[in-house]
């Protein structure tokens, strides 16, 4: 009998990205200790930082644009690590994995891109601000928490099911808390905070979950 050749798959560039993102958190926390921080423990807190820096608030600024690549990229492990759950290992490779986050990170700068150039069109820069960067600093915290949790799945044998669970619970409690912290400003605008939730939130999510699977 013949002995036939086993193939392994490697992550070694699974290794490298992680080392990546762990680099960029080193970097964050020396760009800005204290927005990190409090960026850190936002699901935790209900005071919060951007109350008393809306002003400088700026999405081209490098704590955000460098904290919005490693969301992308945390974002993109999670969505690759599904895809990889259902199509089964042999999707697990760098080429599937690019194709994920250049599509989560075309999702990500298009939202992003919109999102701002409306703000800035009808002149709601003041009202909204605190309410779009509140948005973005629990997208922040949710991808840290996830990073960890990566991290375990790596190299714990955390199960993927678990990480899916886990991830479900941060979004509802950042909906929640985000709600509460704007809750002035949307319960007098329902109506457009309906729409944008359907419009920015949901549809284009929708579009592409359909697009990856």
């Known amino acids: ?6 193939m392994s798959l490697s992550n070694d560039w699974l290794t490298l990205i992680l080392l990546f993102l762990f680099l960029s958190l080193f970097l964050l926390s020396i760009i800005d200790v204290d927005r ?10 209900f005071s919060f930082l951007e109350r008393r820096i809306d002003q400088n608030y700026s999405v081209f600024s490098g704590f955000h644009m460098l904290f919005t690549l490693f969301s992308v ?33 075309i999702y990500f700068l298009v939202k992003i891109i919109i999102e701002n150039v409306l703000i800035y069109l009808f002149m709601l ?7 779009v960067l509140s948005k973005a600093n629990y997208f922040f915290a949710i991808s840290c928490y996830l990073f960890i949790l990566i991290l375990l799945k790596e190299y714990a044998n955390l199960q993927s099911t678990v990480i899916y669970y886990i991830a479900g619970f941060l979004f ?4 929640i808390l985000h709600f509460l912290n704007n809750k002035n400003l949307i319960i007098n605008h329902l109506f457009y905070f309906i729409l944008y939730i359907c419009t920015f939130e949901i549809a ?6 359909k697009l990856m699977f």
Do not use: C, N
């Open 73 to 105: 990229s945390v974002f993109s492990l999670l969505f690759f690590d599904i895809k990889v759950f259902y199509y089964g290992v042999d999707s697990f490779s760098f080429h599937e994995f690019t194709g994920v986050f250049w599509m989560v990170f």
């Open 172 to 175: 509802f409690i950042s909906f």
């Open 204 to 209: 284009p999510l929708l579009i592409l979950f």
């Open 1 to 6: 009998m013949q002995a036939i050749e086993r």
């Open 36 to 45: 990190f921080k409090e960026v850190a423990s936002k699901l935790f807190k």
């Open 125 to 131: 820069r003041k009202q909204l601000v605190y309410f």
